[in-house]
């Protein structure tokens, strides 16, 4: 693993509702004062803002056109540079982006977490550390309807819809090929928590 002039970037991946923003919550948690940062790039999808909003609703947010990789990319090469990024606010309820963007500042470690992150070759080349969350389909499901309903407005139809027309079909396409090139997998159960410390344990070493 190259590192990255002074920055070291992790990447975090699995399939939807995997418990990735789940195991970055607990990493987070455990450097409240210290200089650790997480990008996610649910925050880079594309700006769909030409669409109408029921054009919006058929656009196919698991595959990794759905990403605005450019964007993204550029932002990275930003913190190598030392300079803060203003990382897009996207509003899932709509699928656009807002007006609104949260300023990220350059760090020793950055966290980069999403379904798809591991798909771009040029995004791979800046990771330090591969990490995936592999979670069993069921579990990744009901986790999803739970999510949706609750936090994105969505319906059960809705959500059942989506999930056997694209994004189970796009987990096996372009997510799940992609635990391979993984330099760690851990479960994305409760049960993780040795897998965490570990992570945890590489990360204080760096910070040290």
Same mark, same amino acid.
Do not use: C, W
């Given at each position: ?7 070291f ?11 990735? =923003?789940t195991?970055?919550? #607990?990493i987070?948690k &455990?450097? /409240?004062?210290? /200089?650790l940062r997480?990008?996610?790039t ?12 029921e054009?919006?609703?058929k656009?196919?947010f698991?595959?990794?056109?759905s ?12 913190? /190598? ?11 899932? #309820? =709509?699928?656009?982006?807002?007006t609104?963007?949260?300023?990220? @500042?350059p ?6 977490e ?7 070759? @040029?995004l ?10 592999d979670?069993?389909?069921d579990?990744?499901?009901m986790?999803?309807i @739970?999510?949706?309903?609750?936090? &994105?407005? &969505?319906?059960?139809d809705?959500?059942? /819809?989506?999930?056997? @027309?694209t994004?189970?079909?796009m ?5 799940q090929?992609t635990k ?8 994305g159960? &409760? ?8 992570i945890?344990?590489?990360?204080n070493?760096l910070?040290?």
């Amino acid at each position: 693993m190259d590192t990255n002039g002074d920055i070291f970037f992790i990447g975090i991946a699995g399939g939807s509702a995997s418990g990735k =923003t789940t195991v970055v919550k #607990k990493i987070m948690k &455990r450097f /409240k004062h210290r /200089k650790l940062r997480m990008i996610d790039t649910d925050s880079y999808y594309q700006d769909f803002s030409n669409l109408s909003p029921e054009d919006r609703n058929k656009v196919n947010f698991d595959h990794p056109k759905s990403i605005d990789f450019e964007l993204l990319i550029e932002h990275i090469r930003q913190l /190598k540079q030392g300079k803060s990024i203003e990382k897009p606010v996207y509003d899932f #309820k =709509t699928h656009l982006r807002t007006t609104k963007t949260t300023t990220i @500042e350059p760090t020793k470690i950055i966290l980069l977490e999403g379904i798809l992150i591991f798909t771009n070759p @040029e995004l791979m080349k800046i990771m330090d550390m591969k990490i995936f969350v592999d979670t069993a389909s069921d579990i990744r499901l009901m986790r999803r309807i @739970e999510r949706d309903m609750k936090d &994105r407005g &969505r319906s059960l139809d809705s959500v059942k /819809k989506q999930y056997f @027309e694209t994004v189970r079909p796009m987990h096996i396409e372009f997510i799940q090929p992609t635990k391979t090139d993984a330099d760690i997998i851990i479960p994305g159960s &409760r049960n993780n928590t040795v897998s965490i410390n570990m992570i945890i344990s590489g990360i204080n070493d760096l910070m040290s």
